[in-house]
């Protein structure tokens, strides 16, 4: 199994001052990230910039109102609903955008296995609050009733459990493989990584992508007996392999081509691919493949550009298992941290309010990893880690400064939970809503 180890150097009290700070730093440039430079946050209000992004950070399932009364106690600044709303509507999505990239790029004692960091890249639907007039967020199920979701693409660093880059998109799943590209493109997140990525990735132009840009990627492709796999025409053994192949990717259909289909893969003119040499329409990629059985008469396919000296097949299967601790962190993010139950209606506030679910969560991790908790039992059979749930609480009340880091760090190494790294449960998909305004806690 691959070995984590906590590397402990920040202190709760540390990392909030640094969220300060870099809100600081965009309330003194709040021209570049608000509607009306010239007029928006130059006047006294209860709620300038600054404490307006604290506030939606800080946000609860609770309603608004409550919300308010819970973060001002002095009835002085209490602001009211309308004026809460009209300040947020100076703010734009930006603003939490940037806040979010500086804020994680501020700490640097950040685990990593073999110096690289293990990104999962998935996707997951976030259900929001319905809208006849929005067509981009706008589902239909069969004849169920019609819904609004937005699909939130998003970077996983497995080793840490943080995001390192997000993209919110409209409901339909097709540009998952166009938002990785685009991450990939930006760069926001360390250049030493590898990004693993499910079958939903499996895409030339993807790879090509990874090749072109040096970036190394470990992607579950489907199986040799599928049609549909990239690997299906490559004259591969039906057994456990580990080679390193090569595929000429061609829009021409000449009689050698045709009479070489192992070596030629024919992409036709409907399918998306970016890097093809203009005089010639020929593209050449090699990588390596790893397949190995899991059941009696079933196999797993997985496809990287990282070398056998560097990691081994059994290495290879450890960190796309890492992968699945994505699945956990969407399940966290929606329903410990809260961002299935929105504010608003109006979708840049929905964002706004994605950007703060995932700083906060961000900030919950960094801290809940530099508290070191005391030395297992000998006779323990488990090892054991902070209760995620209850530390997001406690940390909530540190934010409002209701507990001091003292008493944080007591309250985050009293309460923990077995791992139990064996145990395996049937997945249960259940249909989720957004939570209805009139229906949260108080």
């Not at 300038?48 to 308010?68: G, H, R, W, Y």
């Not at 991450?183 to 992508?209: F, H, Q, T, W």
């Not at 450890?318 to 809260?338: A, D, N, P, V």
């Not at 449960?425 to 949260?440: A, E, G, M």
């Amino acid at each position: 199994m691959i070995s984590i180890t906590n590397v402990l150097s920040y202190s709760p009290d540390y990392v909030v001052s640094i969220l300060n700070e870099r809100i600081g730093d965009i309330a003194e440039s709040i021209g570049c990230y608000c509607a009306d430079p010239v007029s928006d946050f130059t006047r006294s209000r209860k709620l300038p910039c600054d404490v307006l992004m604290k506030l939606i950070i800080q946000f609860q399932s609770k309603a608004l109102n409550c919300e308010l009364s819970d973060y001002f106690a002095d009835f002085e600044s209490l602001p009211t609903k309308s004026a809460f709303c009209q300040q947020r509507n100076k703010l734009e999505v930006e603003a939490f955008s940037r806040l979010f990239y500086t804020f994680t790029h501020s700490f640097h004692h950040y685990r990593t296995y073999k110096g690289y960091y293990i990104l999962a890249c998935d996707g997951s639907d976030i259900n929001i609050p319905f809208d006849t007039k929005d067509e981009d967020t706008f589902c239909l199920n069969g004849k169920n009733k019609p819904y609004s979701q937005f699909h939130l693409n998003a970077l996983y660093d497995c080793m840490n459990q943080i995001y390192w880059d997000l993209n919110i998109d409209n409901a339909s799943k097709t540009r998952e493989c166009a938002a990785l590209e685009e991450m990939i493109s930006n760069r926001r997140y360390p250049s030493n990584s590898i990004i693993v990525a499910d079958r939903g990735y499996e895409k030339y132009d993807l790879i090509a992508c990874c090749l072109e840009k040096q970036q190394k990627f470990l992607i579950r492709v489907k199986d040799i007996k599928s049609f549909s796999s990239i690997l299906s025409n490559c004259n591969l053994k039906d057994e456990a392999l580990d080679v390193k192949i090569t595929k000429i990717l061609t829009r021409k259909q000449t009689k050698e081509i045709k009479a070489n289909k192992s070596k030629y893969t024919f992409i036709t003119n409907k399918s998306e691919f970016s890097y093809f040499d203009d005089e010639q329409e020929l593209y050449e990629m090699s990588f390596r493949v790893v397949r190995f059985k899991i059941t009696e008469d079933t196999y797993e396919c997985l496809i990287t550009n990282l070398t056998e000296e560097e990691f081994s097949s059994e290495e290879l299967k450890q960190l796309y298992h890492l992968r699945w601790s994505e699945e956990t962190s969407f399940r966290q993010l929606k329903y410990t941290i809260g961002m299935v139950s929105f504010h608003a209606k109006k979708r840049k506030y929905i964002k706004q309010e994605i950007y703060a679910s995932v700083i906060l969560f961000n900030l919950s991790n960094i801290v809940v990893h530099n508290v070191e908790l005391e030395e297992e039992k000998e006779n323990c059979k488990y090892r054991r880690k902070a209760n995620y749930s209850t530390a997001v609480t406690n940390i909530r009340l540190f934010l409002k400064r209701m507990i001091d880091e003292k008493e944080l760090i007591k309250r985050i190494k009293k309460i923990l939970v077995l791992i139990r790294p064996e145990r395996k449960q049937k997945r249960q998909i259940k249909p989720q809503s957004v939570r209805s305004f009139n229906h949260k806690a108080s």
